[in-house]
């Protein structure tokens, strides 16, 4: 390949790819988070069954990697929005991205303890 | 008018020294603005069913950050976070219409807003016609039972099940 063909898009492109992606898991989870749900109508201990195993803690680090995914997709949605609508949004796009980012971490700091507190008790005991 | 005799003698095609056919008194022909509407123009047969997918993006998007974020902070964060939830929870919560009615309308919004995001992905990545269409067939068919059943069940929920 020739050099300087590829086109390594910048802030714009890998927020983009990070949006489809987070997009596509969310979706996937939201089937089978309906499908689960469902199970109130069947009974009460089938329910219970299978919220059991969203309390292990391996599923536990998958809800903390879908929070992670909801909080990013939702961010950087409000900053699409801007850019579409805010006269001044694409100019700013790459500022917002980064505002974008810093919010999700501190949110994602936030969701630490709540979130896989209760997987490290269970792992390392107390 | 020299310029413009040698022009029209010679060519309609003017040189590369810049002589023009046109000026003043020969002015050029006015050609229509390709995408004039007229009488004649035909109606649009395709609408607006792409703008309007644009736009439902955005404003859905934006109700579904309050909805899922409120979501997710009652069921993962709040009051023991996912530790407590359970068929009494569901059944404490969904005695409120209030919440049944949140529940109904993320369902509905989060459903959509995923079913149009996927198909904007099929369209973009599937390249053979057979195979996008299939996997639209598929993505719609998952749609329409998933909205169903969870409307179903928002509807049908009964505490005293046992």
């Known amino acids: ?126 | 008018m020299s310029l413009n005799k040698e022009a029209t003698d010679a060519t309609a095609i003017g040189d590369v020294e810049g002589v023009t056919l046109y000026d003043v008194d020969h002015p050029a022909p006015v050609i229509e603005a390709p995408r004039k509407r007229t009488k004649k123009t035909p109606k649009a047969t395709r609408g607006n069913f792409e703008m309007y997918g644009w736009l439902f993006m955005r404003l859905s998007g934006i109700v579904l950050v309050v909805l899922v974020l409120g979501h997710l902070l009652i069921q993962l964060v709040l009051d023991g976070g996912v530790s407590k939830i359970g068929f009494a929870f569901v059944a404490g919560r969904w005695a409120s219409p209030f919440w049944q009615a949140w529940d109904l309308i993320m369902l509905w919004l989060a459903m959509l807003h995923g079913a149009n995001g996927l198909r904007t992905i099929i369209n973009d990545y599937a390249e053979r016609d057979n195979t996008r269409f299939w996997l639209k067939m598929l993505l719609y068919t998952a749609t329409v039972f998933t909205v169903l059943l969870g409307t179903l069940v928002i509807f049908t929920f009964d505490p005293n099940i046992r």
């Open chain 1, 1 to 126: 390949m020739p050099a300087g063909t590829l086109y390594r898009g910048r802030e714009g492109m890998w927020s983009w790819v990070a949006h489809r992606v987070t997009g596509v898991l969310i979706f996937f989870f939201l089937f089978v988070h309906v499908l689960d749900t469902a199970l109130v109508r069947v009974s009460p201990e089938a329910y219970d069954d299978v919220v059991a195993t969203y309390k292990t803690p391996i599923v536990a680090l998958l809800e903390y990697g879908l929070v992670a995914a909801i909080l990013f997709h939702a961010l950087n949605g409000l900053r699409i929005v801007a850019v579409d609508f805010w006269s001044k949004g694409p100019r700013y796009q790459k500022q917002m991205l980064w505002t974008v980012m810093g919010i999700w971490i501190v949110l994602m700091v936030g969701a630490l303890y709540p979130v896989l507190g209760h997987a490290v008790r269970e792992v390392f005991g107390s």
